[in-house]
C-alpha cells in the first residue's frame, strides 16, 4: 500500500498518532554516567526496545519505526560496532518468538548489502515469517540514511527512464513509491531521545509534516510513562498541513 505524501493532501489526523518514529539516543551517555562501557548501554536499550514495541501495540500505534544503526554509525570505535552487530544478531534471534506470537510484522530498512551474510538471512527469514502479521508494523531502520533513501529512489526511476519511461510522469508521488518506506504513513510523531535536538539523515523526506518531540531522556530510561508524555504532547499540537486555525476551527 501506497500512502500519499502530506504535501500532496491532507492526511488523517487522530489523537493516537499511527506511525511513531524514534532517534533511540543516548545509550552510550547513559552508561557513562553510571561508570559502565558503552556497550552495556545498548545492552540496556535493547530492553527499552522491547518495552516501547509492547507499550506502542497496546496504545494502538500501527507502526513504529527505530533508528536502530545510521549509515554514519560505522565512524565509531570498531569494538562499539562489533559489539552493536552481534546485539543485532542475538536481537533478531530471541525475538523471533517474540514478533510471531504478538502479531508483529517486522521490516528491515537500509542498505543491508554490507551486513554478514547470517544478518542478511535472519533479516530475510524474519520478514517472510512474520508478513502475514496485522498488528504493529515494526520498522527497523539499520545501515540506513535519509540522503541513502532519496538517492536510491534517484537512481530506480532514472533507470525507469533509461528503459524509456516518461520524465514527466515522475512526480512527487511516483518518486515516493520507490522509497524504503513507501508502504508506511509519514510519521506523525518523531521522539529522539538523549537531548540532541536533530533528525541526524533520518527520514529526511517523510518527515516533512510531522511533529517532533525532544526529550533529555537517555533512551535506556525512556519507557511507556515517557512515551506517554511525547503522545500527549502530540495531541496538544495543532496540525494545520499549510491551513490557517481559523480553517480548522470552522472545519471541526
Known sequence: MIHTSSTVCIPIVTKVPRHIAIIMDGNGRWAESKRLPRVSGHAKGLETVRTIIKACAMQGI????????????????????????????????????????????????????????RIQKLVHYLEIKTEGNTGLILTIAANYGGRWDILQATRKIAQQCIDGGDI????????????????A???????RTGGEQRVSNFLLW??????????HVFWPEFNDVELGKAISSYR?????????SAQLTQKS
Not at 94 to 113: C, F, K, M, P, W
Not at 173 to 183: D, G, I, K, R, V
Not at 206 to 215: G, I, K, N
Not at 236 to 244: L, S
Request: no cysteine; hydrophobic share 45%.
Open 62 to 117: 500501527k507502526f513504529l519505526t527505530l533508528f536502530a544503526f545510521s549509515s554514519e554509525n560505522w565512524r565509531r570505535p570498531v569494538d562499539e560496532v562489533s559489539f552493536l552487530m552481534r546485539l543485532f544478531i542475538s536481537a533478531l534471534e530471541q525475538e523471533i518468538a517474540h514478533l510471531y506470537t504478538n502479531n508483529i510484522q517486522l521490516r528491515v530498512v537500509g542498505d543491508l548489502s554490507v551486513f554478514e551474510p
Open 168 to 183: 514527466q510522469n515522475v512526480n512527487e508521488s511516483s518518486f515516493a513509491e520507490h522509497l524504503a518506506m513507501a508502504y
Open 185 to 191: 504513513p509519514e510519521p506523525d510523531l518523531f521522539i
Open 206 to 215: 517523510q518527515l516533512a509534516y510531522t511533529e517532533f518531540y525532544f526529550t
Open 236 to 244: 496538544e499540537r495543532e496540525r494545520r498541513f499549510g491551513r490557517t
